[in-house]
Each structure stands twice: as C-alpha cells, then as structure tokens.
C-alpha cells in the first residue's frame, strides 16, 4: 500500500508560520493531485488544499491568503506553507494522492493514499 510521510507539524504561537511537507512515491507523484486534509478534535477531516499535476492549486475559502500550496517534482515532495498561524487552525494535518477526473478533486478514480498525518498545534 502506498504511503505518503508528512513532517513538519509542531507547537507554534498565534501569527506564527510552518511549513509541512509531504513526499509521496515517484511512482504516482507524476500522475496523481495532491491534497492536504485537516482534522481537529471532535471535528470532520475538511479538505484544505489541492494542487493538479500540472501545478493548478485551489484553496478551501477558510485558508485562502493564509495558505499556499507547493510542489517540488523533482523530489517528489509537496509543501504547504502555512503563515499567521491562528488557534483554530490547530489540527492533524494529513497529506493525500489522488487520482483524479479533471481538476475536481472530489471526483477521482477511488484509488488514493494517505499519510499518517502531523499535528499542527496554535498556542501561546
């Protein structure tokens, strides 16, 4: 079974910044979006970002200007740099491959990956 690794996650203050990565297979890096979900506690995994094999990126409306989504195809990694941090963004970040029909996210292939997910902690 495919397995992606996040790293990164950590304690920081209100305002500060991460920056989380994950590194997926080159078997799959090539052909498959990838995705950042976040779960906090007692809530739902909330989809946060995505960006296309060819770079398109899309943002859940709650991260947009605060968020931005990066892959590097040359290591197989992609990065979600997270800037001014706030408490409610306090959650198990996981990182996602998927393949997909179009550019919809949601609509996909049903085959997928995950990572095991990192926490990401907002606190003073």
């Known amino acids: 079974q495919v397995q992606l690794v996040e790293s990164g996650g950590g304690l920081v203050q209100p305002g500060g910044s991460l920056r989380l990565s994950c590194a997926a297979p080159?078997?799959?890096?090539?052909?498959?979006?990838m995705g950042w979900y976040r779960q906090a506690p007692g809530q739902e995994r909330d989809l946060v970002a995505t960006i296309t094999t060819r770079g398109s990126t899309n943002y859940a409306d709650f991260v947009k200007g605060r968020f931005t989504l990066s892959r590097d195809n040359a290591k197989n990694m992609v990065y979600l740099q997270i800037n001014t941090l706030k408490p409610e963004d306090t959650a198990v970040y996981y990182c996602?491959?998927?393949?997909?029909?179009?550019?919809?996210?949601?609509?996909?292939?049903?085959?997928?990956?995950w990572g095991k997910g990192t926490l990401v902690t907002v606190s003073s």
């Open positions: 996602n491959a998927r393949r997909i029909v179009g550019t919809n996210y949601n609509i996909y292939s049903g085959v997928e990956a």
């Open positions: 080159k078997s799959i890096f090539s052909t498959y979006a």
